[in-house]
């Protein structure tokens, strides 16, 4: 069994740089692809970012190209997503997910991810 838990969240203005990051616990001898994916009130679930086990492979939605950064940890279990010029449209709750895959795999799929975080709240005002 594997456990995710965001931190980082919080209210910012737009323009502002916010890092969010992510920890696996529990069955971590396995090979884990990891996601980020938000979704906003009264909005469908939206992919934001994927990265390999080996962190080699990584892939964005458009509307964060350029903006944010996917990375993650030796260890492989702190996953970080670096947002920078923070619109008030990346709004809304942003959940890591991760799935046992192999090291080079990555999806933008939200139904390839069996774990789930709690999420945490991302906010941006004009």
């Known amino acids: 069994q594997v456990q995710l838990v965001e931190s980082g969240g919080g209210s910012v203005q737009a323009g502002a740089s916010l890092r969010l990051a992510c920890q696996l616990s529990?069955?971590?001898?396995?090979?884990?692809?990891m996601g980020w994916f938000r979704q906003a009130p009264g909005q469908a679930r939206e992919f934001v970012a994927a990265i390999s086990y080996t962190g080699g492979q990584t892939d964005y939605a458009d509307s964060v190209k350029g903006r944010f950064a996917v990375s993650r940890s030796s260890a492989k279990t702190t996953v970080s997503l670096q947002m920078n010029n923070l619109k008030p449209e990346d709004t809304a709750m942003y959940y890591c997910?991760?799935?046992?895959?192999?090291?080079?795999?990555?999806?933008?799929?939200?139904?390839?991810?069996?774990?789930w975080g709690q999420g945490t709240q991302v906010t941006v005002s004009s």
């Open positions: 529990g069955r971590t001898d396995a090979s884990y692809t």
């Open positions: 997910a991760a799935y046992h895959a192999a090291a080079w795999a990555i999806s933008t799929r939200d139904d390839s991810y069996d774990y």
